[in-house]
């Protein structure tokens, strides 16, 4: 006889199988990331090349999210319907083709084109991302490893900056896309080699709640609107950071390799410390809103506060202490923001309520390199577009503070 409508069942899999899940789902957001920062490390390069202007770049950067956020809820409804193996296995070989197109391409169009295919691809990563965790991990655990899964958004950036330099100087910028994205084949396979569905999880056993009574909630809209500008912040240093150093700072394309990544690590740090405070919060008594909510709203207002601070950094060792302590909290809230979208979820709808949060990030993130792109174009600066990003991640604080109080209704 099957579970009673409702009801949760809670399954304690063995620590090797939960962790197998983990670290492979984790591998994936790695490549996931690393392809599509290629391009902000490679993107100076190219737009000497290709005769890019600022603007133009912009463009670029942001054609990828675009489609990335188009794609959210319909991925959101697949995931929690076919299940992670499958989608997320058919998307890594979609975005890897896509990686390596941009290494084929000769021009912006062709550019935008392959961008496009890569943020289609890349959709189903953090739909996925939040589906395993819950499926996997116990209520107690699920902030701590919604937070490693979230280390994927800062460790690869921290990464690509020295693995890319490296590539771009052997084998030029081409190369470097051409590379990457056979190395997500590879993932492809290993994927789909190795990872197995959890059968009948609570996910299944729950009555699925459809997508418009989900979007009829406004927790479900605050949580998309401060998710707007978390994204904006964390896309403003994902596509332009290389850029700032080069153009602001005016390091060379070896020195912003090593430079570039120290933020990110930074970055790897507070993803950690986010999804730990969760549960630490949550242990201490806090309903699972509340644990959530602190860690966001301290990591978005400390965000901004440090953006501003780089502002006026008076040399660059201090900015990039500034940019990496923006990024340490930037990403601190990024990982409390997905524990966040797994503890409001009804139960069947994780995937649905976390694609649907990420449409705000996504929208916000592909404003962010557009609106640089045309401010550093007029200003041949930098300062205003980080005043902009510090104010939009104060706004974004308030909106968490104030307007997420309960869990969305099945």
Known sequence: MGPAEGVTIERHEPSAGRFGALALVTGAGLVNYIDRVTLSVAGPTMAHELHLSATELGLLLSAFLWAYAAAQAPVGALTDRLGPRPLLGAAMALWSA???????????????????????????????????????FPAAQRGWAMGVVNTA???????????????????GW???????????????????ALYRDRAESAEVAAPRTPL??????????????????????NWFYAAWLPGYLQLERHFSVPKTGWAASIPFFCGFLGSLTGGWACDRLAAAGLAPIASRKAPIVAGLVGGGVFTGLAIVAPSDL??????????????????????????????????????????????????????????VSA??????????????????A?????????EIEP
């Open 98 to 136: 896509a990686q390596m197109a941009m290494g084929l391409a000769t021009g912006l169009p062709q550019l935008i084109g392959a961008r496009l295919a890569l943020g289609l691809g890349e959709a189903p990563q953090w739909p996925v991302g939040a589906r395993v965790v819950r499926a996997w």
């Open 153 to 171: 958004s800062t460790l690869a950036p921290a990464l690509a900056p020295p693995v890319v330099t490296v590539l771009m100087l052997t084998v």
């Open 174 to 192: 081409r190369g470097a896309f051409l590379a990457t994205g056979a190395g997500g084949l590879v993932a492809a396979g290993l994927w789909l």
């Open 212 to 233: 418009r009574r989900l979007l009829a909630q406004p927790p479900l809209w605050a949580m998309t609107l401060g998710n707007a500008g978390s994204g904006y912040m």
């Open 318 to 375: 201090t900015a990039i202490a500034c940019v990496s302590a923006a990024v340490f909290c930037a990403n601190l809230a990024g990982a409390a923001i997905w524990a966040l979208a797994i503890a409001a979820a009804p139960r069947g709808a994780t995937a649905q309520v976390g694609a649907v949060q990420n449409v705000g990030g996504l929208v916000g993130g592909a404003l962010a390199p557009i609106v640089t792109g045309v401010s």
């Open 379 to 396: 200003t041949h600066t930098f300062g205003e577009a980080m005043a902009i990003t510090a104010l939009v991640a104060l706004g974004a």
């Open 398 to 406: 308030a909106i968490y503070a104030l307007a997420v109080r309960r």
